[in-house]
């Protein structure tokens, strides 16, 4: 028995596969199988749930991770397949716990969540934001993995991660995003050698000069390039244009050059507000000096959609509970997880036409494919027909059983 739900999710999966010729049979089946059950388990998610849920022995399910499939080229073509083709190229670490003490890569990370570094591993996610549908899609997850005699920074680290792959990312999207703490110059100058553009957040003190446009001196010597320091509190009102967005949001934008970065940038300036009525600002930059202030704003707030997807695989396809101590283990657990939720979004959220959407479950399409799990267990023990007309009815509500839309 296949509920409509599972077909669909059997379809994608089945048709994205296909189309990658560095996936071959057998592991395409495993890969059906193993989405299906990070789709439909409950609770924790490692080799021993696999076995109870799933067709294959736990053994099979531990040896199997450890050749490392192209989740790239099939999330890749999920997006390509499934998404509007309007996308940013969005990166950002999260911190993954983990026990023990020989599973490489541990260390000690930033957590987000706990405002402190702790002991566990680090992954560095690289996903599409599609920004005409408000989403992310995950592209690939890499184990941040510093060694003994590393020589490296953590930008150079992180940096190395994009440009590796970045004839596969340039066919998505020439435009990378992430948080102020990639603005910096080592980052900004690997992303640019790549062929992308960058768009970031700057710090609230940053060093900017605005850009000489007077007349030559006539003195000896190189001839002046930049003019006085930029004062975010008091802006050259002649040099910033104001720009209002399509929402009323007032913005100041500039060509200036900074000096951190030691590049001219186009700067947004935004001034905000807090609770108690006390103005501030912000200030977001992007390397394509001619791209205009509305969409640089609109494109890094969109960024926000990576943590979405961090925060869905942790709490319901598993991404903190490999057991593993095999890096490509670990790398199959991480990228099944987030894989998953591609699949879930593109099967029960992009097929549904825009006006009708709610906002996204996977608590929801957890619940669904789990009774779907259950059903077709009892079905297939108890030799009944679930196609059947006078049986319809049954199977979709408990399908839906347990559900917040039900």
């Known amino acids: 028995m296949t509920t409509k739900g599972n077909y669909l999710c059997n379809l994608l999966i089945i048709n994205t596969l ?9 592991r395409q089946t495993f890969l059906l199988e193993t989405f299906i059950l990070f789709l439909s388990i409950k609770g924790r998610i490692n080799f021993l749930q696999l076995e109870r849920y799933g067709k294959y022995s736990e053994q099979r399910y531990r040896q199997l991770p450890s050749y490392r499939d192209d989740f790239l080229s099939f999330n890749k073509e999920l997006v390509r397949t499934q998404g509007s083709g309007h996308y940013v190229i969005a990166i950002d670490p999260s911190f993954i716990t983990k026990a023990g003490k020989k599973t490489p890569g541990l260390g000690y990370f930033w957590s987000g969540q706990a405002g402190q570094a702790k002991r566990g591993l680090e992954i560095t996610g690289i996903a599409a934001i599609d920004i005409d549908h408000h989403t992310g899609f995950h592209l690939e997850a890499v184990q941040t993995i510093i060694k003994e005699d590393e020589t490296r920074t953590l930008p150079a680290i992180y940096a ?6 970045k004839a596969a990312l340039l066919a998505v999207s020439k435009v990378v995003i992430a948080d102020a703490w990639f603005s910096k110059r080592s980052f ?10 960058f768009i970031s957040r700057l710090r609230d003190d940053a060093n900017l000069k605005y850009l000489y446009s007077g007349e030559p001196t006539g003195k000896r010597g190189r001839p002046k390039k930049h003019g006085g320091k930029v004062e975010p509190n008091n802006l050259d009102k002649d040099v910033f244009a104001l720009v209002e967005t399509r929402d009323g949001t007032l913005l100041h934008t500039a060509l200036v050059y900074s000096v951190s970065l030691e590049r001219n940038v186009r700067i947004v300036h935004l001034q905000t507000s807090n609770d108690k009525g006390k103005t501030g600002y912000k200030l977001y930059f992007c390397t394509d000096i001619e791209m205009d202030a509305a969409r640089i704003l609109h494109y890094y707030r969109s960024r926000f959609q990576i943590e979405f997807l961090y925060r ?25 997880a ?6 879930a979004k593109a099967v029960h959220w992009i097929s549904i036409p825009r ?18 799990l259950l059903l077709e267990r009892f ?12 049986n319809q009815k049954h199977v979709k ?5 347990g559900t917040i839309a039900a």
């Open 338 to 343: 987030l894989s998953a939720i591609n699949i």
């Open 160 to 165: 190395a991660i994009i440009t590796q792959r």
């Open 355 to 372: 006006e009708q959407r709610k906002a996204f479950s996977m608590n929801d399409i957890k619940t669904m494919n789990h009774n779907a």
């Open 397 to 401: 509500e408990l399908i839906y059983y």
């Open 188 to 197: 900004v100058d690997a992303m640019l050698d790549s062929g992308f553009h």
């Open 312 to 336: 869905d695989a942790k709490q319901h396809t598993g991404l903190n509970n490999c057991q593993a101590r095999s890096e490509n283990k670990l790398h199959f657990q991480f990228n099944a």
């Open 18 to 26: 296909s189309n990658i010729s560095t996936i071959d049979k057998w």
């Open 379 to 390: 079905f297939t023990m108890f030799g009944l027909n679930p196609h059947l007309t006078k």
